[in-house]
């Protein structure tokens, strides 16, 4: 059984920064890759970056140049530090992973990001 936890959400104004963190129960060297989603009352869940192993990252369009996805395997935590925060990254953010076939998710943290 994986558990995630998040932090690090909160209100900010826009053109802060905020960090989040999602901090796994075991070793996330057993995880081949490790993600953030958002999602916002009404829409579906979305990717917002995500992290392998190896550490190849991925980023949606409207957050690349903005948001850094790591991961840092002594803390069994992987981060995403988010610059320049804009009005519509409002959202819940969701850490995830997969493991033996099976997707687990964190409770979320929520960002409010003011205009």
């Known amino acids: 059984q994986v558990q995630l936890v998040e932090s690090g959400g909160g209100l900010v104004q826009a053109g802060g920064s905020l960090r989040l963190s999602c901090q796994a129960s075991g070793s996330i060297s057993s995880f081949e890759i490790m993600g953030w989603y958002r999602q916002v009352p009404g829409k579906q869940r979305e990717m917002v970056a995500d992290?392998?192993?190896?550490?190849?990252?991925d980023y949606a369009s409207s957050v690349k140049g903005r948001f850094t996805i790591s991961r840092d395997y002594a803390k069994n935590t992987m981060y995403l530090q988010m610059n320049g925060l804009k009005p519509e990254d409002t959202a819940v953010y969701y850490c995830?992973?997969?493991?033996?076939?099976?997707?687990?998710w964190g409770q979320g943290t929520q960002v409010t990001v003011s205009s």
């Open positions: 995830h992973t997969a493991w033996g076939r099976v997707d687990y």
């Open positions: 992290i392998t192993r190896g550490g190849s990252t």
